[in-house]
């Protein structure tokens, strides 16, 4: 008989050897696991450890509920009354830039329509007068770093 056909019929004599393709030894029952494949635990599972219930004191639990609501309260009022004053702040700052906007935009605006009246007049005069003698005067001032030279215009009356 081949060694084969000893391991499909098994190592003894009659068929109550190991099965076919099974290990030739055996191992100690202690040390083999209890679970089947990929971990699944099925086989002499233990029942559900049981819960252990306590017990609670529902009025300490409400009030160390009710102390942090309050902190939580006061934090919140302290922020809005931050944001309160930070939006106020800002308004003020924006109110007085807005101010100072319009009115340095209104003293422009009146600068630059007495300027074009001047000028107005100056043609009108040009216009009725021509100018026969332009001379130029040799003073000068500096006004604010800006050097202000002043023409003399004589018209014929």
Do not use: W
């Given at each position: 008989?081949?060694?084969?056909?000893?391991?499909?019929?098994?190592?003894?004599?009659?068929?109550?050897?190991?099965?076919?393709?099974?290990?030739?030894?055996?191992?100690?029952?202690?040390?083999?696991?209890?679970?089947?494949?990929?971990?699944?635990?099925?086989?002499?599972?233990?029942?559900?450890?049981?819960?252990?219930?306590?017990?609670?004191?529902?009025?300490?639990?409400?009030?160390?509920?009710?102390?942090?609501?309050?902190?939580?309260?006061?934090?919140?009022?302290?922020?809005?009354?931050g944001?309160?004053?930070?939006?106020?702040?800002?308004?003020?700052?924006?109110?007085?830039?807005?101010?100072?906007?319009?009115?340095?935009?209104?003293?422009?605006?009146t600068?630059?329509?007495?300027?074009?009246?001047?000028?107005?007049?100056l043609?009108?005069?040009?216009?009725?007068?021509?100018?026969?003698?332009?001379?130029?005067?040799?003073s000068?001032?500096?006004?604010?770093?800006?050097?202000?030279?002043?023409?003399?215009?004589?018209?014929?009356?």
């Open positions: 008989m081949s060694r084969f056909d000893r391991r499909l019929r098994g190592v003894a004599a009659g068929n109550d050897g190991p099965r076919p393709g099974t290990a030739a030894c055996s191992l100690p029952a202690s040390s083999t696991p209890n679970s089947a494949l990929l971990g699944g635990n099925f086989i002499n599972r233990s029942p559900a450890p049981v819960s252990r219930q306590r017990q609670i004191n529902g009025v300490a639990m409400l009030q160390t509920h009710e102390q942090k609501i309050k902190k939580l309260e006061l934090k919140l009022s302290g922020v809005e009354l944001m309160n004053i930070n939006i106020s702040r800002q308004d003020s700052q924006t109110e007085q830039l807005q101010k100072q906007f319009n009115m340095l935009n209104s003293e422009y605006h600068q630059i329509q007495a300027l074009k009246d001047y000028i107005q007049v043609e009108q005069k040009l216009m009725k007068n021509p100018v026969k003698k332009v001379t130029q005067d040799n000068t001032q500096t006004v604010g770093g800006v050097k202000n030279i002043s023409l003399v215009i004589t018209e014929d009356n």
